[in-house]
């Protein structure tokens, strides 16, 4: 358990090793000063973590949307404030601010935070030339004091560009931390339930974001599977919950998609690969917009990580695009299509028992299948899932005039194209059915579809029930592995 100032464990909230990373620099022995970048979506603590970090050592500031005078004028305040000056500070430019910040380090380390930092590029987009010149290893102010400044925002599409390229920043930082949601087996810890069932039907509705566990739900879970549409009709679903607007609020906060021209067009995109629609070829026809368009909007949205682009490791120019997380598939499955009947909560209530089947085949079997992906890319002990240079996405393949998609296939990086790549996995994820051997057949079938690249390719069956049969009749085979909800979540 990792201790910081004022006694409060950051273990608590399951972010042992981002602040171990966090703690390490602003502890650094480094006679300098140093910079950090600190990135990642909405909701997942960020900001909690980096205001523990400053409290002790330093200043959090959060930046304010607004003029630079503004920002400038608020900064001042708190600077004042941390530093015991008996009033706000004179910052008449950011040149004197940023001065100003790097000198509170000159007697020993000084942890600095800009929180919401494109919020004051929005109006000083100099201000990325002015830090890349303060922290020139040349620099005498970077020489001369040992402040600790951390860049930090929910921004992905901005803050994942500072240290890139010709970026100004480039080269300056000693520390780019990228924090993620808690994957399926991390956001376990959050739900505090040992049913793994019910645990993957939460997961499939709020994700691993730990404030949709929390804060926004009232810190109000479901008590077991019986309670699962008391909890889904009042904390998701009513007009009176936040998470109903939370897409959208998660749109706004971003820059690139706040400042969409045809905002329209991001939501259909969105809305089609949440229904299902994973090929280009199917959000057009989708969408109903020529491919010209639609490419620009899709990168827009898997840089900002609204959208998830899976390469298909067994063929060239192949991508698959899924919703980036699981409270996107679930608004634009369940919310967006219904918000007309979803305006008061007995309406909420009254709707969410009427669509069990479209919540189980289009948020959480989606959802399985990239569990199981996950599983076999960070978890997995399988063989052909281990070895070196082993690829894991999915793909379509063509059997008796049928196109049929794959869940899971690993390929490895043995072939001049993607192609000729070694098949050495094939996977089917079912979250809602027995699985049987009709399942193993479809999978033998599909395997030899792929012909001699994939002779010796293991089959994996993911389910959350298997037939008796099934688990006897493929004890003692070597190609098929079968993983339940206790080994997805506890297993390799």
Not at 77 to 105: C, Q
Request: glycine share 8%; proline share 5%.
């Amino acid at each position: 358990m990792v201790e910081h100032p004022g006694n409060l464990s950051v273990a608590t909230v399951g972010r042992d090793e981002e602040w171990s990373e966090i703690l390490g620099f602003a502890d650094s022995d480094a006679k300098h000063s140093t910079l950090a970048i600190m990135w990642g979506r909405r909701r997942i603590g960020k900001s909690f973590l980096l205001g523990q970090l400053a409290e002790g050592r330093g200043l959090y500031y959060e930046a304010i949307r607004g003029t630079a005078s503004e920002a400038l004028n608020d900064l001042g305040r708190v600077v004042g404030e941390a530093i015991g000056a008996p009033g706000p500070l004179n910052l008449p430019d950011w040149d004197a601010a940023i001065n100003t910040l790097m000198r509170l380090g000159e007697d020993k380390p000084f942890v600095v935070v800009l929180d919401e930092f494109p919020y004051l590029l929005e109006e000083s987009p100099e201000l990325e030339s002015i830090i890349q010149r303060a922290f020139n290893p040349k620099g005498k102010l970077r020489a001369e004091t040992r402040c600790r400044m951390v860049l930090c925002s929910s921004a992905i599409s901005v803050m994942s560009k500072l240290l890139a390229g010709t970026a100004p920043l480039r080269g300056r930082a000693g520390l780019d931390l990228r924090m993620s949601p808690f994957d399926y087996r991390d956001a376990l810890g959050l739900y505090a339930t040992d049913d793994l069932l019910l645990a993957t039907h939460v997961y499939s509705i709020i994700g691993g974001v730990a404030a949709y566990a929390r804060d926004m739900v009232d810190d109000d879970l479901p008590k077991g599977r019986k309670d699962l549409d008391r909890w889904v009709a009042h904390r998701v679903l009513a007009p009176s919950a936040p998470l109903p607007r939370e897409v959208e609020v998660l749109l706004s906060g971003d820059p690139t998609t706040a400042q969409a021209r045809k905002p329209n067009l991001y939501h259909a995109v969105l809305a089609a690969t949440a229904l299902g629609n994973r090929t280009p070829a199917r959000i057009n026809d989708y969408v109903k917009i020529s491919g010209p368009r639609l490419d620009p909007i899709l990168t827009t949205l898997v840089d900002a990580q609204f959208i998830e682009r899976l390469v298909d490791p067994t063929k060239s120019n192949r991508p698959m695009y899924f919703p980036g997380d699981s409270i996107i598939r679930f608004h634009y499955a369940i919310i967006r299509p219904n918000q007309q009947r979803l305006r008061t909560r007995a309406a909420a209530s009254t709707f969410w028992s009427g669509v069990d089947a479209t919540f189980r085949s289009r948020v959480v079997g989606p959802t399985f299948e990239g569990m199981a992906r996950h599983w076999a890319t960070q978890y997995a002990t399988v063989p052909a899932l281990a070895e070196p240079g082993t690829q894991i996405g999915s793909t379509t393949v063509s059997v008796d005039g049928g196109c049929y998609e794959v869940d899971l296939v690993a390929a490895l990086d043995d072939g001049d194209s993607p192609g000729e790549r070694t098949i050495t996995a094939l996977g089917e994820a079912k979250s809602g059915e027995e699985i049987t051997f009709s399942h193993l057949n479809k999978l033998e079938r599909l395997r030899d579809a792929f012909g001699d690249r994939a002779s010796d390719a293991t089959l994996l069956l993911f389910g959350t029930k298997f037939a008796k049969n099934l688990l006897s009749g493929t004890k003692d085979r070597s190609d098929v592995e079968l993983v339940d909800l206790e080994r997805l979540y506890k297993g390799g």
